[in-house]
């Protein structure tokens, strides 16, 4: 009987699925399970002009774009929560110099769904918010004879070329369990051409499937795992361990301007290289 593969990778191996130009879905929820140690080596890779469709996000998008890997963007939002505003984020947004597709939590879900789906787009409901007027591209009129009467709106697939998300226990070959909330990953792995998941702990199959209801993520939709002990790092892993906020604080003081920036990149991610 042939064995199965292990998918098994480093966060080199796997920030080099990241070419380019990709278009990058990012998991989590603000400071809870952010894949912050393979989001640091695609820092560290140089890939480029990335288009991040993300989840509601602090410190790993707006990493991203202190570092300059980001073209576009996607998201509902991005904050640092107590800490005030992703500043590298405000920062683009008010010079500029990066491209915002405004969204919110059902069209980005719609978006992902469609593309699980193999469809080329999604229908929401028109909830009364003014995005339709700034992001026409994303929120599309929308009739159809089976819905007479109702306001609805067209939303894209988004297809991403490769996902990064965070859970806290898999096995070699990429089945996922989560110990808490899993936001917006299910959808998202399932969008995604190509996913990578890093893990706090990699575990024997017949340990995850002592706990079957936990395995929210089957292995067969992901292709690259990445063993990372505390991988979600400064952001906590729900179960495990809870944000940083010593580093979170750090982080927020620091971005609020481009010396700032270039000083936590330095400290954090370029001088922390080959470190899981």
Not at 28 to 45: C, D, K, L, Q
Not at 62 to 71: E, P, S, T
Not at 95 to 110: Q, V, Y
Not at 146 to 169: F, S
Request: proline share 8%; aromatic share 8%; with cysteine.
């Amino acid at each position: 009987m042939t064995r199965r593969r292990s998918k098994v990778v480093t966060p080199a191996d796997a920030a080099g699925l990241v070419t380019n130009g990709s278009t990058v879905a990012l998991g989590g929820w603000t400071f809870y399970n952010t894949p912050m140690t393979v989001v640091r080596e695609v820092i560290r890779s140089g890939a480029r002009d990335l288009r991040l469709v993300s989840s509601p996000g602090a410190i790993g998008p707006d990493l991203l774009i202190a570092a300059g890997r980001l073209a576009e963007i996607a998201t509902p939002f991005l904050t640092m929560e107590q800490f005030g505003f992703a500043p590298a984020f405000r920062s683009a947004a008010r010079e500029g110099t990066l491209k915002i597709a405004e969204i919110d939590g059902p069209g980005l879900a719609s978006a992902l769904r469609a593309a699980a789906d193999d469809l080329p787009f999604g229908v929401i409901h028109d909830l009364g918010t003014d995005l339709p007027s700034v992001n026409p591209e994303w929120y599309r009129p929308f009739e159809h004879p089976l819905a007479e009467g109702a306001k609805l709106y067209a939303v894209p697939a988004a297809v991403p070329d490769v996902a990064l998300i965070h859970a806290q226990r898999g096995d070699e070959y990429g089945n996922l369990q989560f110990l808490g909330a899993t936001f917006f990953d299910q959808l998202i792995a399932r969008a995604a051409r190509t996913v990578i998941a890093s893990v706090d702990e990699i575990v024997p199959g017949e340990e995850l499937r002592a706990d079957p209801r936990a395995t929210k993520i089957p292995g067969f939709l992901v292709d690259a795992v990445v063993p990372a002990s505390e991988g979600a790092k400064p952001c906590g892993s729900q179960g495990l361990y809870p944000p940083d906020l010593e580093h979170l604080a750090e982080y927020s003081r620091l971005a609020a301007t481009e010396a700032g920036r270039r000083e936590y990149l330095e400290r954090h991610v370029l001088a922390t290289a080959g470190k899981v």
